[in-house]
């Protein structure tokens, strides 16, 4: 097994145990604790944080040291400063909606799990050719949906993926159908609104009736 295969095991089987990964971008720090708090109850423990925001660092952070329940990682990781910042945060895993070569040989070098994004044949084999084993199909419905996703695993058929980007509640059962498929990422699970309104028994209620749609 190769450095990087190694490094990326992990994200890997968090993604597989965890099968829905909340894509959480959170505006204000006191929400974030009482969030991930509302998804764990709802069985959710995978959280994504995503670098949208000027409060997203410390939002992971006072979610790594309150609610240890929960596996953070950090999303929207574009440079390989992002990926430095996941590491010093104590982040699980990092997610990206691409996968630049200075992305990837950061990631290596680091040795975070790390998930790169691809919505093109050409950037999957970039991920390949450097050990990739998941990856994050993104924008998944825009870049071409399910048709698409299945095209990519006919060439490269051990490669597993995390479809997001407009994917919903009553779409992620479908495509984890797919035997390629082992999570799937998505807003609808933490609406910005509830979020704004501190509505969390209603996000713990999306997470619970979410699961419950899934494939047994």
Not at 160 to 188: M, N, Y
């Amino acid at each position: 097994m190769t450095a990087l295969s190694s490094s990326q095991a992990p994200a890997l089987a968090l993604l597989a145990e965890s099968r829905l990964v909340p894509v959480l971008t959170i505006e204000k720090v006191a929400d974030a604790v009482p969030l991930a708090r509302a998804l764990v109850a709802g069985g959710i423990t995978m959280l994504e944080i995503t670098l949208r925001t000027p409060a997203a660092a410390d939002a992971a952070r006072a979610i790594i040291a309150e609610v240890p329940e929960a596996l953070v990682g950090l999303g929207t990781v574009t440079t390989a400063k992002d990926l430095e910042l996941a590491r010093s945060l104590g982040a699980r895993f990092a997610l990206s909606p691409g996968a630049t070569p200075a992305l990837l040989d950061a990631a290596a070098a680091l040795g975070l799990p790390f998930v790169p994004g691809i919505a093109t044949p050409s950037e999957l084999m970039a991920a390949v050719e450097r050990g990739f084993e998941v990856v994050k199909f993104f924008p998944a419905v825009p870049a071409g949906g399910i048709a698409a996703l299945k095209a990519f695993a006919g060439p490269f058929p051990e490669m597993r993926f995390c479809p997001t980007g407009g994917i919903g509640e009553d779409q992620a059962a479908e495509w984890l159908a797919l035997p390629q498929v082992v999570a799937v990422g998505g807003s609808w699970l933490a609406p910005t609104k509830l979020m704004r309104d501190g509505q969390w028994s209603e996000i713990t209620e999306i997470a619970r009736r979410s699961l419950a749609k899934l494939p047994r």
